[in-house]
């Protein structure tokens, strides 16, 4: 059983900080403990050591080099000096959108190389710069694109360099600093010694034993060290490593020699603007290392592996910002350095796959959001439900269970969309087995909660357990489409909850459609076993897919476990948890005949992953470090298209205390993804079981949740599109204001709100950084603060029952205030507009988006999209007006959906009228003067309206309480267009 499973909160508080710390880090790698990471830093070393003697043996054959004639892409053959028979082969596209792609591969190796990692992670074939003509000379080929010909590609051929310029810039540069290493395949000398006959026989010792690679004058030493370093097997614990293939790891230094920060390769415990890994700090003195897992306990400072991996950066400065994605799949470590303050060198050392690296060339954080998710794909619309609060612990014990904890909600007034499932529902821990003890009436269970409009969230994790009465792993077996231990025979077993189990090889296409109809909730007609005792109002929670095999080496697959098409797990471990998201995304939104939109919850993912779902940050712990730390990840996930994020509220393992809970929901509920969840050992701690004043400020917290999730939804429709995250970090809002490139304790959801949790014992008062000479509103004093253009820090009040949240001048909000039990019963409900003026003109804009929220019918054009705004014509009117934005802006609304088609009066907006979905009130925040009227164009009558004396939002020296119209009920609808004109 592994140690956090019997390591409770309670042994937790014995161990001193250091023991806890000791208790994560023993079962991970360091790098100094993984060969090929080990190889990739002593080759980084020995470039350091040489300095400007160092040079990179990788050179491109200019007669080789071969333009296509009508697209902007070329093909080259490479070679090192070291190997001259070992041949190499470069292509370097350039996409329509600017994007440039290197791919390097090794050609007639002993071997292939995994070159799939991409087809995995992206949504197409990116389609190729028709008009982008390479020309090629003596010494390089190069290209140049973008609308004013900025930017510049140049492959060099001696050494191979490629360096992407911007107006004559350098901002991403390849193999500068002669770090390019592909270890190509070979055989494996083998020693021969004599047997006492006197016959040959391979030396016992030799396969263990470090063998003369070179003489250490010879330039192979110079590069790839005197002896054979772990090249043929590596043991790591009890665990031995086979590498059947011996070495074939890829090293590449991609350097940014104007860009001071680096932002993103999630996922890590740690800043956003990625610390050094120079070796200062103890964890720091090892690269980023991407490779899924298991990590319990996890520190909260740390560059170690976590559960999901993203090999996507951002390099930011003043001038810039860019990208770089390399889609490997395979375990990966990254370098990074500032050899000075406005420069940054990172070094990527993966164990296997070919080079596929794609440069972002931005120039602003926006484009290089756009240009990722025109590869990746952009986060899915999600269901409407899934933005709403989240319950969950491990576990609810019983059906009955499920029920009181509803109940309870209810009759606390506190609202909530999920109640979810973990482990312990299952027999035997065989997924979508009910335990028939607890759980004896499961789908009387589900539709009680359905019933009040709510949904359930049910755990179903990829291990299989191996028994013949489970139809899962019988079917699954029968099918022959379970992963293969090393040797490419029989099924791969291993241990975790279900005991022995087996893992689905999701790689295999053959797994599918079988895993599709498992969960279709009614019999099949082919005979196999489907989930029908559970109904459409499930959805479902992806756990330990790294994949966590307790018994596993570094608590997962052993990497020569093989998958299809005769693959390694090392080729594919990273990618594998995306695949199991992905198909259970598409078998739960196949349930329902015209699918529903799916909700999966996964803890292990990938680039692309975003298209799928939802992610949480894994097993944090109850600590105000965790607390923290999470909101940067989620910061930092978002930045690489897993913007639907969050992190368990309250601490997965602990019993916070109530301060720290409620500092907790007040964490929770400015992250996309909401929930609150609890490891089995820790005391129950739903919020209506707090005392007051906790429970109050819990239950207002989640009712602030709910009025806002016009906003969060309205983000989601404009993440679906452009790819820019929900949660924006302050160099994405402020891209030119170095004072907020390193701020990750504070963000904006959207561009109109500003947040800054409290994630401290005891505050009483935060301090906000305001980077631009604008009002910012407290969201709920409305009182106002100004900024600077040169930045400015203000110190507000964080009482307990407070967060900083502000609205920035010259934004519309819309909220529903009504308080309800759960979303579903909001639908209907009139909206509150908050208007917030801004200091230049009195002027503000937002928008709406709505549609029903779970089917695809938005993508058929059945939707509301409004923009509001509010104007001042003249110095006597302030005009507030609302118009369909679908009709009026050219390009794409969702999915899918080109505007030019699109019909003001879908059947969804009729819906909506009908039931007279209205604007019920507007306030208006930081209003000129006391109005003389308001009234709605076209009608005379007067509005009821009420006035408060204070600051108005162009008073640029004023701070302190706003002035403030409310308007009430002026009766005009959400879906149509209509003017209101205050008279001043
Ligand atoms: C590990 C997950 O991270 C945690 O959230 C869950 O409660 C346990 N597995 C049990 O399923």
């Not at 087996?502 to 109809?517: A, Q």
């Not at 979905?917 to 003067?929: A, D, K, Y």
Request: charged share 25%.
């Amino acid at each position: 059983m592994r140690s956090w499973t019997v390591l409770g909160a309670v042994s937790l508080c014995l161990l001193s900080a250091s023991d806890v710390l000791a208790v994560k880090t023993h079962d991970f790698k360091t790098c100094s403990q993984s060969g090929f990471c080990r190889r990739g830093r002593a080759l980084a070393s020995r470039a350091q050591a040489a300095a400007n003697q160092w040079k990179s043996p990788y050179s491109v054959d200019a007669s080789s080099v071969s333009i296509a004639s009508d697209q902007a892409k070329f093909t080259a053959g490479v070679k090192s000096s070291l190997y001259p028979d070992v041949k190499f082969s470069l292509e370097l596209r350039v996409h329509e959108d600017g994007v440039v792609r290197v791919r390097m591969d090794e050609v007639g190796g002993l071997h292939k190389r995994y070159d799939e990692a991409a087809s995995w992670a992206l949504i197409q074939e990116p389609t190729i710069h028709k008009k982008v003509k390479w020309t090629a000379s003596k010494k390089d080929v190069r290209a140049s694109f973008g609308a004013n010909k900025e930017f510049d590609i140049i492959v060099a051929y001696q050494p191979l360099q490629v360096t992407l310029l911007r107006n004559g810039k350098e901002q991403v540069v390849l193999n500068g600093k002669g770090l390019l290493h592909m270890e190509h395949f070979r055989s494996k000398a083998v020693v021969m010694t004599e047997t006492e006959e006197g016959e040959p026989k391979p030396e016992a010792a030799a396969e263990d034993a470090q063998q003369v690679l070179a003489k250490p004058e010879d330039p192979k030493a110079w590069f790839e060290g005197e002896t054979e370093d772990g090249l043929w097997e590596e043991t790591f614990g009890s665990f031995t490593d086979s590498k059947p293939k011996g070495p074939e790891s890829l090293s590449i230094d991609i350097n940014f020699p104007n860009h001071g920060v680096v932002y993103g390769i999630p996922q890590h415990a740690t800043r956003l603007a990625l610390p050094t890994t120079s070796g200062e700090n103890p964890f720091f003195s090892d690269p980023y290392r991407l490779y899924n897992a298991d990590v319990f306990e996890y520190i909260a400072s740390s560059t170690m592996s976590l559960y999901g991996s993203i090999p996507l950066l951002h390099a930011h400065s003043v001038d810039s910002t860019v990208g770089v994605f390399h889609a490997v799949g395979s375990e990966t470590w990254i370098d990074v350095a500032h050899p000075t303050e406005k420069s940054t060198e990172t070094h990527w050392i993966s164990e296997s796959g070919i080079m596929d690296v794609f440069l972002l060339p931005g120039p602003t954080p926006e484009d290089v959001f756009r240009q990722y998710s025109r590869l990746t794909g952009a986060a899915v619309l999600p269901a409407y439900f899934s933005l709403g609060y989240h319950q969950c612990r491990w576990n609810y014990v019983s059906t009955d269970d499920v029920r009181t904890v509803q109940k309870r909600f209810d009759e606390e007034d506190m609202p909530v969309d999920v109640f979810w499932l973990d482990i312990e529902y299952s027999e035997d821990h065989k997924y979508m087995i009910w335990e028939k003890k607890n759980f004896p009436d499961p789908v009387d269970m589900i539709n009680d909660v359905a019933a009040l409009g709510r949904k359930m969230v049910v755990i179903v994790d990829p291990h299989v357990k191996r028994t013949q009465d489970y139809p899962v792993y019988k079917e699954a077996s029968e099918l022959e489409v379970l992963v293969k231990p090393k040797g490419g025979s029989g099924e791969y077993e291993g241990w975790c909850w279900s005991g022995s189990s087996s893992w689905i090889d999701f790689f295999n296409p053959t797994s599918w459609d079988w895993w599709i109809s498992l969960f279709k909730p009614h019999k099949l007609d082919n005979g196999r076993w489907s989930w029908i005792d559970s109904t459409e109002a499930v959805h479902i929670w992806n756990d330990m897919n790294e994949p966590s095999v307790f018994n596993g080496p570094e608590i997962t697959m052993p990497k020569d476990n093989i998958h299809y098409g005769g693959w390694e797990h090392r080729d594919v471990h990273n990618i594998n948890g995306m695949l199991y998201s992905n198909l259970t995304s598409q078998a739960v939104a196949a349930r329902s005949d015209p699918p529903k939109r799916p909700f999966v919850l996964t803890r292990a993912f990938y680039a692309g992953s975003q298209r799928f779902g939802a992610m949480w940050t894994g097993d944090n712990l109850g600590t105000w470090e965790h607390m923290a730390v999470g909101i940067k990840m989620v910061l930092s996930n978002g930045i690489a298209g897993m913007t639907f994020s969050g992190s368990d509220v309250g601490g997965f393992f602990g019993n916070p205390e109530p301060e720290m809970l409620v500092r907790w929901y007040q964490v929770g509920v400015f992250a996309p993804f909401f929930r609150a969840h609890a490891h089995l050992d820790t005391k129950r701690r739903e919020p209506y079981l707090l005392d007051e004043p906790y429970k109050g400020i819990v239950r207002d917290i989640l009712r602030l949740r709910y009025s806002m999730l016009p906003i969060w939804y309205t983000l989601f429709r404009e993440t679906s599109v452009t790819g820019i995250p929900v949660l924006r970090p302050q160099y994405v809002v402020f891209p030119k204001d170095p004072n907020g490139f390193d701020i990750d304790d504070q963000y904006y959801i959207g561009t109109s709100l500003l947040v800054k949790p409290v994630t401290s014992k005891g505050a009483t008062e935060a301090t906000v950084y305001l980077g631009e000479d604008q009002v910012y509103y407290d969201y709920f004093t409305y009182k106002a603060y100004r900024g600077s253009s040169k930045g400015k820090n203000i110190t507000v009040s964080a009482e307990l029952y407070q967060v900083p949240l502000f609205i920035r001048g010259g934004s519309i909000l819309p909220t529903r205030e009504r308080a309800r039990r759960s979303s579903s019963s909001m639908k209907h409900d009139p909206f509150t507009l908050k208007i917030a003026l801004d200091q230049q003109s009195s002027s503000a804009r937002g928008e709406l988006y709505l549609d029903d929220g779970e089917s695809y019918d938005h993508q058929k054009g059945e939707f509301v999209w409004r923009e509001f705004r509010a104007e001042k014509p003249n110095k006597k009117t302030l005009r507030i007006t609302s118009k369909d934005l679908a009709a009026e802006k050219p390009g794409v609304a969702v999915e899918g959906v080109a505007l030019a088609k699109f019909d003001p009066s879908n059947a969804y907006a009729k819906s909506l009228e009908k039931e007279n979905v209205r604007v019920e009130r507007l306030v208006v925040l930081g209003v000129p003067g006391l109005p003389k009227s308001v009234k709605v164009e076209g009608s005379s009558e007067e509005l009821v309206w009420e006035y408060i004396q204070g600051v108005a939002a162009g008073e640029s020296k004023k701070e302190g309480y706003t002035s403030i119209l409310k308007i009430k009920d002026p009766k005009v609808l959400v879906t149509k267009d209509w003017a209101i004109t205050v008279q001043l």
